[in-house]
């Protein structure tokens, strides 16, 4: 994997083979930046990271000046191994060990963003829960955005606060924003 954009832009950062991760790819992540751009002034906003595997988003967000970066995720090696590389590169990334949903529930920090890339063969119910949880529990901020990564193959239209989705390959993104 590669960081595309920012001051640490072309590094490439190699994850251990162990890890149970589908990176975001390159072209993907490329247009996501580009959409956000256009939203955001990254070293003005927080941002959340669930499911974050190795942390591919959150090093984004850090090379172009995002300071406050929560990282979230259930397997013990991803954390590990994004506190690892944000220690080495001096990126400002703290990763937890955490069930998503059970993180959550018990959070009271509201982020400007929220991106979550579940396993494409989450269970649809599953799918349905991260806004749901996200926007019920007043997770961001106002003018906040909520970004699922997906197959194209998922369909979240039906999900309350949704805005949007963009393909690109086999992924897609679906944003969610609640009306201010």
């Not at 499911?51 to 591919?56: K, L, R, V």
Request: aromatic share 14%.
């Amino acid at each position: 994997m590669r960081i595309i954009s920012g001051i640490h832009k072309g590094r490439k950062i190699q994850a251990p083979k162990n890890l149970p991760v589908r990176p975001t790819t390159d072209m993907g992540k490329e247009a996501l930046f580009n959409i956000l751009n256009n939203q955001f002034y990254f070293d003005e906003i927080s941002v959340l990271d669930l499911f974050s595997g190795t942390g591919n988003i959150s090093y984004e967000f850090a090379s172009r000046g995002t300071e406050k970066i929560l990282a979230i995720d259930a397997h013990y090696g991803c954390v590990k191994f994004i506190n690892q590389i944000s220690e080495k590169f001096e990126m400002p990334i703290q990763a937890i060990k955490s069930d998503v949903f059970k993180f959550l529930d018990q959070t009271h920090q509201k982020f400007d963003l929220i991106f979550s890339d579940p396993p494409y063969n989450f269970d649809i119910e599953l799918f349905h829960k991260i806004p749901q949880v996200v926007f019920q529990n007043n997770l961001l901020e106002d003018g906040g955005m909520l970004i699922i990564e997906h197959s194209k193959h998922t369909d979240l239209s039906p999900i309350e606060y949704y805005v949007q989705t963009k393909s690109y390959g086999g992924n897609a993104f679906s944003f969610f924003e609640r009306e201010l």
